[in-house]
């Protein structure tokens, strides 16, 4: 089979490798209908993630059809469609049974997919503890709209169950990229007083303001005093971090109220400064980390009732044999691109 491979930092092929097997009795084979590209393969290309091993197929973020299954397997059934899950976890030890499976403790737990062991941006996957990494897909749920569920919806669904938002809130969110219109998705199902999206893209500006005209967009150069103005106690309630550099960083605490929860989603490509001297007396909670993408099955009634639609953040598709022109696009955010799938070739 076709499947884009990590070869080197800075280096991705798109290579023959075997169709993966059963390992486990804990596995499904997943023939991939339809993936996509996310800025985590690029900070993998761009050696940002240690633990990413060369030579593992990239790709976390896909749907598809149930081929294989082992006999511990009874959520699926070969012949399902379903959504893959960007952690693996064995819904077993002390962080799955609280609701951190970003940390399952098991070998294959966590961010796995794509990152240490084969991903998805291939024709066939292995999905370890696929009882719990696989969601089937409501008949009236296409494959686009199904997509993004277990790994930006995901973390954007996550993202606002822990900032703790409240309707008298003021919320910030501070990126415009994919994940961070997932996040205002899930925002807006809490119905803050305010929310405000800040974005230095004039294209992605523009983007938000076409789709979700109650949501107030600024810039990063005044993203402050929009805040202030829009806010009843001095700075956002919620801040939620999804953009990801030196910048954003400060922007993000600078523009909280004393007291209030900044959430950091981002993926940093260097260690950032808490400047606690700066900060010291606005007591503010910070919530960090990578997803626990535990809520796919409620994100998907959500897609299914009509109140989620990720859909219009496809702006380009490709075929798997022309995965390389579909990274040169987005890498380099050419064309208006904000996500691009990447489909069977036999289609």
Known sequence: MLAYTYVDNGR????????????????????????????????????????AVKGITVGHEMVGIVETVGDNVTAVKPGDRVTVNVETF??????????????????????????????????????PHANQGLNRIPDGVTDEQALFVGDILATGYWAARISEISEEDTVL?????????????????????????????????????EHYPDVIVTDPDNCKRCVLDNSLHGGADRVIEVAGC??????????????????????????????LPDMYGKNLVFKTGGVDGCDCAEILRLIEKGKIDTTPLITHSFPLDKIEEAYRIF?????????????????
């Open 90 to 127: 064995c819904g077993e030890c002390f962080f799955c049974r609280n609701g951190f499976v970003n940390n399952c403790s098991d070998p294959d737990g966590g961010w796995a997919l794509g990152c240490r062991i084969d991903g998805g941006q291939a024709e066939y996957v292995r999905v």
């Open 246 to 275: 030196d910048e954003t960083f400060r922007m993000a605490w600078e523009c909280a109220r004393p007291n209030a929860v900044v959430t950091v989603v981002a993926l940093y490509d260097k260690p950032q400064v808490l400047p």
């Open 331 to 347: 890498e380099n955010r050419l064309d208006g691109v904000i996500k691009i799938t990447i489909s069977d070739i036999s289609k």
């Open 12 to 51: 991705f092929e798109l290579r023959e490798k075997p169709v993966p097997g059963i390992v486990s009795q804990d596995d499904a084979i997943v023939r991939v209908t339809l993936g996509s590209i996310c800025t985590s393969d690029l900070h993998i290309k761009h050696g940002c993630v240690p633990r």
């Open 173 to 209: 969110i501070i990126g415009a990229g994919p994940t961070g219109i997932c996040t205002l998705l899930c925002v807006m199902l809490k119905k803050p007083r305010r929310i405000v999206v800040c974005e230095k893209s004039p294209e992605r500006c523009r983007f938000v303001r």
